[in-house]
Every structure is written in structure tokens, then in C-alpha cells.
């Protein structure tokens, strides 16, 4: 009687296990139909991308880097063109008359002529320059011997203006030569910052004049525009360029004071 009793517990016993792994089962595929992609991944692993995929890669950053650098050259073509290839000036309109000056040239020359005598003597300039922040006096001697050609006491406009468009197309010249000389040149981050600074040249008149000649002093000389074979003056007033051109159209005054400088 005992071992009846024996058997029909281990039978219980076996029943029960039994349900509970086929209920175990069961939970396991409603799991695994829920959660398609939760199991272990069966096949090949991801292989790493390829040269071909590599190559076009870089082929899409330097296509995306000589795009932008074309698309700033052709927003400043037009002033590129008027600077290489001067033409007659025409009689200024009404507007240009009540907004005064239109060439960067005749701004500083009309904010540094203090006695307006249509001349700049040479501490007449240097005071402008220098209470500006634009050049110290050893760069500012080099200025004053390329613009003053007759060796005179006093420049006019027209030789501040001359020198201010040969020095402007001397920059262009000089961009032009370093990308023959080095293609490579074309597609650095140096270049692109360069040109993204120089096409938003009139949006920067905001900043400070120290401001910008500290971006003429980075980025110009930095550029391979530092030429051995440039005259001192020229290269000079290239790495001042970018200061030149925000600071003239800045809307505050110099701030005015005595500079002791020697003739």
C-alpha cells in the first residue's frame, strides 16, 4: 500500500514539472515573437567599411571644402574685378554725395586730415594710425615711404588712394600666386577660415580696430603671404589689410590724443 502511494506521488510530481516547463517554453516564444531582434544575431559580423568607402568619403569633405571656397570667390568676384581691372571713375550720384565717401581710401583720408587741407602730413597720419591701434611706428615708417613717392612733406589723395589700391591688389595677386605655387593650399582649413573672413569683411565693421588687426596679423602672414621677394611697405600694409577695411567703416570716432612723433 505504501509503494502505491509512493508511485502516485512521483507521477504528481512529474505532471507538474512537466507544465511548468512547457509553460516556460511557451513564455520564451511569446517573448521571442514580441522582441524579434532581442536574441543572439546568427551570421557574418559587420565588416569595417571598406577603401572604397573611405575614398568617397573623403572625396565628399574635399568637394563640400572646394564648393564653399567657390561659391566666396564668386560672391567677391565682382570687387576683385573692379580692383584688377580699374576703369574711369563716373561722377557720383546724389547719394553717394549725402553719404559722403564711398572709397576706403577717401574715408581715412577725410578722418585723418585734421586742419582739412585736402593734404596729410606725415604726424597727421601716423596719429590717426596709431590711436586707431593699426600699426606701430617701425610699420608705419614702411607705410609712409611707399605712399609718399615724390618725397614730399605732404601726400595727396590721390597718392593715398593709389597706394591704397595697389597694396589691395597686390593681396589678390599675391592669393592667386599661392594657390598656383600650392594647389594643397586651396583645400586647408588655414585658406577657408581665411576666405570665410575675408568675403564677411563688410559684416565685421562692428568689431574694434585691435580686433581686426590682430586678424590681419593671424591669418595673412600665416597664409604664405609673407613673400621674402615683396617690398617691406607692401607686405606691411597686406597683413593690415583686413584691419584697414572693418576699421574705416566703424562708427565711433578714434579717441583722440598728442602723439610725440619725430618727421
Excluded at 59 to 71: I, K, T
Excluded at 98 to 109: E, V
Excluded at 138 to 156: H, L, M, Y
Aim: hydrophobic residues 45%.
Amino acid at each position: 500500500m505504501a509503494a502505491v502511494f509512493q508511485l502516485g506521488r512521483c507521477c504528481r510530481l512529474h505532471a507538474r514539472l512537466r507544465v511548468q516547463r512547457v509553460e516556460a517554453l511557451r513564455s520564451v516564444a511569446a517573448e521571442a515573437e514580441a522582441h524579434p531582434t532581442s536574441g543572439a544575431r546568427i551570421g557574418p559580423a559587420a565588416s569595417p567599411p571598406g577603401l572604397a568607402q573611405r575614398i568617397s568619403v573623403g572625396f565628399g569633405a574635399l568637394s563640400v571644402g572646394v564648393g564653399s571656397v567657390a561659391a566666396l570667390a564668386w560672391w567677391q568676384l565682382p570687387r576683385i574685378q573692379a580692383v584688377l581691372h580699374s576703369e574711369p571713375e563716373e561722377a557720383p550720384s546724389l547719394w553717394e554725395r549725402l553719404m559722403g565717401p564711398s572709397h576706403p581710401a577717401d574715408r581715412i583720408f577725410d578722418k585723418a586730415d585734421v586742419d582739412r587741407d585736402g593734404h596729410l602730413d606725415r604726424r597727421e597720419l601716423a596719429q590717426y594710425m596709431m590711436t586707431c591701434g593699426i600699426m606701430d611706428m617701425s610699420g608705419f615708417n614702411a607705410i609712409w615711404e611707399e605712399i609718399n613717392t615724390e618725397s614730399s612733406d605732404a601726400i595727396s589723395r590721390e597718392e593715398f588712394r593709389s597706394f591704397h589700391d595697389n597694396a589691395e591688389r597686390n593681396f589678390y595677386l599675391s592669393l592667386w600666386r599661392s594657390l598656383v605655387s600650392d594647389p594643397s593650399f586651396m583645400g586647408s582649413a588655414l585658406y577657408l577660415s581665411g576666405s570665410v573672413l575675408f568675403a564677411a569683411m563688410p559684416y565685421w565693421s562692428l568689431a574694434s580696430p585691435a580686433t581686426m588687426t590682430k586678424m590681419g596679423q593671424a591669418i595673412l602672414p600665416g597664409a604664405g603671404l609673407n613673400d621674402p621677394s615683396w617690398n617691406l611697405g607692401v607686405k606691411t600694409i597686406a597683413g593690415h589689410l583686413l584691419a584697414i577695411q572693418g576699421f574705416v567703416t566703424h562708427p565711433k570716432e578714434p579717441n583722440v590724443r598728442t602723439l610725440h612723433i619725430s618727421d
